[in-house]
């Protein structure tokens, strides 16, 4: 589904490369973790999936189309092929839940029937059925990310790339959030995560690829790779150096997450619904495909709250509300 051949990447004005030499393989309905820290490449690997970059040398090949032979007129419809999430959701502030998944399907020229009944069912599938009416304001950090993938697989593409999609996440949300994109993918869906999310890596036991200064170091199948095994160099408190296997650090019960308490609930109807506003009416009519064996995913229905701060470090914000429709 995606193959690197020897793919380097080195960025204009740049000594090193982002990516030098890369080569692997990623089947169709694969999930596949890319670790690696800070500035090691992985952004760049999701961008030469998206053909948002492209290589310096070697080649990159999606589906079978070789991207650099790919005409600029194809792009988008390689893009709609590929769902994509980000750390910071990149949500539309002034849609609600419903218009901002449904938009995905506007810019694609679905139809309102369509639109209505996909996006529900996708949402149901995210675990936010009853929440289609609410701002992304009135949403936890976890439930924004539930909508950022729901608008990413409304239009069931093969290929969903993740970049730190739980990097402003606390660890239990962020364990939720994976195991919703796992279920996404046993639908079929080939699924590549970057993250630095060391202790849901190890929890999922999944495929791992990981990056030192864009080389590929280590790509271990499902099952065989625990990043806690990995061994470091531990500073004693008296200054000695000691090589071996050094714990994550395990977050302390009733650690603040730097949410605020649960405001009232907002006013559910207080925002009309324009369900498929602005679809295109002649437009693909083109049933669904199937969803597989999902099951929604159950999530305590708990009262809308307004975020006051991030567990984590925020990358930098976005500048522009994106779509996963490019
Ligand atoms: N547009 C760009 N122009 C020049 N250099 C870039 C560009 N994008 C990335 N780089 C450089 O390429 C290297 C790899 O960056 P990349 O964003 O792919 O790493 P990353 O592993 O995703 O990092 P992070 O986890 O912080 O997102 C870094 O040295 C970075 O500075």
Redesign the pocket.
Known sequence: MILFENVTKT??K?K?P?LDGVSLEVPRGEFVFVV?K????????LQLVLREQDPSQGRVLVAGRDLARLPDRKVPALRREIGCVFQDFRLLPNKTVFQNVAYALQVLGSSRSRIRQTVPETLELVGLAGKEKRLPHQLSGGEQQRVAIARAFVNRPPILLAD?PTGNLDPATSLEIVQLLDRIHRTGTTVVM?T?DTATVDAMRKRVIE?VD?VLIRDQQAGEYTTGSIPRVHVGPDGTLTAGVVPEPEVPDGYDDGLAEPAAPASAGSSEVGEGDGAHEDADEHADEDAGELAPIGRDADAPRERVGLFRRR?GAATSPATTAH
Do not use: D, F, I, V
Not at 38 to 45: D, L
């Open positions: 960025y204009p740049t090193r982002a690696g800070s500035g090691s490449g992985k952004s760049t690997m730190e970057a630095h990056l864009g990358r």
